[in-house]
């Protein structure tokens, strides 16, 4: 803690010096700050980061529209999807509708409009209305296909080898996950938890990125107690499991 606190205070000179504080001169050679800007480039990349993380959030969340969304980068969007995913919400929970009910209602609401306006376009001598053809791109579907197979084959490849007992840590963490959604599962519906996985996915990243240095801060703080409690419990309970055999041995 006591080399962040250094970090933030060459930060805080260096921005100082960029603005023109606490130096003599007014203006600065473009050696010091190509200097300046090197030194402050250096320390912000040893600033601890979740998870490890490089890339700004909106480059983490794969960018575009999706990551702008979910960064409510144009809050009138934004807003209107969580105002959406609540009302399907309330109607399905708290108003007791059915899927295949709001389906069909739907459907007819829709077809009912389009068919009595293009009948009654005949009698008014205007345009009936123009209906859009939908089709799904086959590369979308191929593509879509594709990556579901990929994460797929990846889940049950960590599961086989979760199984083998090749990675005890592994194991613990999917073990934890799973208990913690059988809880979750047995205090909510499929519905509810979907939903509170949206909100959670809708609001923390956007939270995250506006108050990033304090959040990081602190998981630097939790990381480094929880790395010490689990080298107290490796050594005295997991280092004394035995493990099933590793892959050399098995490859001899």
Same mark, same amino acid.
């Given at each position: ?33 190509e200097k300046?800007?090197?030194?402050a ?13 490089e ?29 959406? !995913?609540?009302?399907?919400? =309330? ?5 007791d509708?059915?899927? &295949? @009910? $709001?389906?069909c ?28 053809e ?26 086989r080898?979760?199984g083998?007992?090749?990675d ?7 073990? !934890?996950g799973?208990?913690? =959604? ?8 499929? &519905? @509810? $938890? ?16 506006k ?22 419990f ?5 280092s ?13």
């Amino acid at each position: 803690m006591a080399e962040q606190h250094k970090e933030e205070s060459v930060l805080e000179k260096i921005s100082d010096k960029l603005h023109g504080r606490g130096v003599g001169s007014s203006s600065l050679s473009d050696s010091d700050d190509e200097k300046l800007s090197s030194a402050a480039a250096a320390v912000k990349a040893k600033i601890y980061r979740l998870f490890g993380r490089e890339k700004p959030v909106h480059s983490v969340l794969g960018g575009g529209k999706p990551a702008d969304l979910f960064l409510w980068r144009n809050k009138r969007i934004s807003g209107g999807v969580l105002a959406g !995913a609540t009302a399907i919400w =309330l109607l399905f929970e708290v108003m007791d509708y059915h899927l &295949l @009910t $709001l389906l069909c209602h739907c459907l007819i609401l829709t077809l009912a409009i389009l068919f009595l306006w293009s009948n009654a376009t005949t009698f008014i001598n205007k345009s009936p209305p123009n209906i859009p053809e939908v089709k799904i791109p086959e590369d979308l579907a191929v593509n879509a296909a594709r990556s579901l197979r990929y994460e797929i084959n990846r889940a049950f490849a960590t599961l086989r080898e979760i199984g083998q007992g090749h990675d005890l840590k592994k194991f613990l963490i999917v073990i !934890a996950g799973l208990w913690i =959604l059988s809880v979750l599962g047995s205090c909510c519906n499929f &519905l @509810t $938890l979907s939903y509170i996985v949206f909100m959670v996915l809708y609001t923390v990243p956007f939270l995250y990125e506006k108050h990033e240095d304090k959040v990081d801060a602190f998981g630097e703080k939790a990381m480094v107690e929880l790395k010490k409690y689990y080298a107290i419990f490796d050594e005295k309970c997991l280092s004394k499991i035995p493990k099933g055999p590793s892959k050399d041995k098995k490859r001899h």
